[in-house]
């Protein structure tokens, strides 16, 4: 499955984007999928997933509350809201997907096969 990324670009801080990620090459609907995050001289981190089953969001804890992943399978696409961005949100923004990722590698990005091109989010302050 192919992943491409878009709708990154600047905003103050306090505002919102939302993150799109189409697929293609086959239905994703029985992969995880999510995305990752990294920000200029740091790792690359989890931002948010869905379990394979598409029943589970998973979150990390400095996005929870401000951000929301959702899918719409029938449209393999992925998306990101993302509101009351911080500085510290800036970072290149990563779609990803796995057939075999289970809920205790679901935050590692080693465990995830395919990857979007990264779309980049810059927050102002």
């Known amino acids: 499955v192919q992943l491409q990324a878009f709708g990154g670009g600047s905003v103050q801080a306090g505002g919102f984007l939302r993150l799109s990620c189409a697929a293609s090459?086959?239905?994703?609907?029985?992969?995880?999928v999510g995305w990752f995050r990294q920000a200029p001289g740091k790792e690359r981190e989890f931002v948010a997933g869905f379990s394979r089953s598409g029943n589970t969001q998973y979150y990390a804890d400095s996005v929870k509350g401000r951000f929301t992943i959702s899918r719409d399978n029938a449209k393999n696409t992925l998306y990101l809201q993302m509101n009351s961005l911080k500085p510290e949100d800036t970072a290149v923004y990563y779609c990803?997907?796995?057939?075999?990722?289970?809920?205790?590698?679901?935050?590692?990005?080693?465990?995830?096969?395919?990857w979007g091109q990264g779309t980049l989010v810059t927050v102002s302050s």
């Open positions: 990803v997907g796995s057939r075999t990722v289970i809920t205790s590698t679901m935050r590692l990005s080693s465990a995830y096969h395919y």
């Open positions: 090459g086959r239905s994703f609907s029985n992969y995880a």
